[in-house]
């Protein structure tokens, strides 16, 4: 029996398009891509865009506005397996770097001031899995072409896709590079899932964290170390959000607690 190809939509949300843009650069796959599913929405790449049930929907961005919300859950109840893809949509994102704060209405009145906002109404940024249920996480900023691509040959044929769960600080040991903390950088690869290739740090700049948290996730660990080596601690929580967002808020929190009790 022949496998019926999976219909697949791809969408974008509150960021900034990267991830789809990303797919559009799979230039020498992207005819394979196209031929082995059934594209059935991609605004970025088509005109002839369709509703309908599906088998796959990749979700790019967070969730931030009314009308999104209700996109969001209206997409999700028409396909088997959500795919939350980049950053943003895994973790909310920079945009969610001051979420549980409370300051959000400070925030926003900051830039919009009292003008009349005539769109949907906004609210704090929030990954896709605020609301609605996600299937599988390929985080990035942007996602990586490989890790794309490899997923999606393993859905195709019916497979679970299978990605890294363990620290940027793995892929350099396997390039032997020298640590970057021992060079007195401030490095977020010890937080930060693997994927990248530790590009950053093959270069020998320090790991900004564009991944989101690894799943071996010790915040405590981290701040500790990076307190012994003379950063401070305001300096070592704003790069720990500022791409974990949601996924590290709480632990977070408590780090902040435990700030206000040494001082």
């Not at 859950?73 to 969610?96: D, F, M, N, Y």
């Not at 996602?143 to 769960?165: H, N, Q, T």
């Not at 396997?174 to 490095?187: H, T």
């Not at 305001?234 to 902040?256: M, P, R, S, T, Y």
Request: hydrophobic content about 35%; glycine content about 10%; proline content about 5%.
């Amino acid at each position: 029996m022949t496998r019926q190809s999976p219909k697949v939509g791809i969408y974008g949300f509150t960021g900034c398009a990267g991830d789809q843009l990303m797919i559009l650069n799979c230039e020498d796959q992207l005819v394979d891509l196209f031929g082995a599913t059934e594209i059935r929405s991609f605004v970025m790449a088509m005109s002839d865009n369709h509703e309908g049930e599906l088998d796959v929907a990749f979700i790019e961005g967070s969730i931030s506005t009314e009308e999104q919300l209700k996109r969001i859950k209206e997409i999700r109840e028409r396909s088997k397996v959500l795919i939350a893809i980049g950053t943003c949509a895994c973790h909310g994102g920079p945009q969610a770097m001051k979420l549980g704060e409370g300051r959000f209405e400070e925030m926003y009145k900051k830039v919009y001031g009292n003008a009349k906002i005539s769109v949907s109404k906004a609210f704090e940024a929030q990954p896709v899995d605020a609301f609605v249920k996600v299937d599988m996480y390929i985080p990035g900023c942007p996602i990586d072409k490989g890790e794309f691509l490899g997923a999606v040959s393993k859905l195709v044929a019916g497979k679970s896709p299978y990605l890294y769960k363990f620290p940027v600080c793995t892929e350099c040991r396997w390039k032997e590079n020298p640590c970057i903390l021992y060079q007195g950088k401030f490095c977020g690869g010890p937080l930060t899932r693997a994927g990248c290739g530790a590009v950053c740090p093959s270069h020998n700049l320090p790991c900004v964290g564009c991944w989101g948290p690894t799943d071996d996730l010790n915040v405590s660990s981290e701040y500790e170390l990076l307190k012994e080596k003379g950063y401070k601690p305001e300096d070592i929580i704003q790069k720990i959000k500022k791409f974990g967002g949601a996924a590290v808020a709480k632990l977070v929190k408590d780090l902040e607690s435990k700030k206000e009790a040494n001082k």
